[in-house]
């Protein structure tokens, strides 16, 4: 994580290496296996970006990872996304929650 997100985020630390912090963090190495499959969202800029890039590949590895959509040209906070780079990403997000409410039907 960015060390201004780490400080405010997790003042303690020791905390900061804690996976519920965050689980796609470098130093954590235990098993993802049984996680909930994720639609992960990741933007150019954003300082979590390599995080959620390797929370992906991680859950991929675990056989949990159901999409990753990678907007590079995107920025923090969705700076610089047009209508057209994100209906889509709106719309696979929308249709993501539908499923999942579906199986709880």
């Known amino acids: 994580m ?9 003042p303690d630390e020791t905390d900061r290496r804690s996976r519920l ?9 235990a098993s993802l296996d049984g996680m909930a499959p994720a639609l992960i969202v990741t933007c150019g800029t954003d300082i ?9 590949e991680r859950l991929d590895q675990a056989g949990s990872r159901r999409e ?8 923090l906070n969705l700076i ?19 499923q999942r409410l579906a199986l709880r039907a």
């Open 2 to 10: 960015g060390p201004i997100f780490d400080v405010v985020y997790r």
């Open 68 to 75: 990753h959509i990678d907007l590079p040209e995107v920025g």
């Open 80 to 98: 610089g996304a047009t209508r057209q780079t994100m209906l889509p990403v709106y719309e696979r997000i929308a249709e993501e929650v539908r």
């Open 21 to 29: 912090a965050s689980p796609a963090g470098g130093f954590d190495t």
């Open 48 to 56: 979590l970006r390599e995080a959620g890039i390797r929370y992906a």
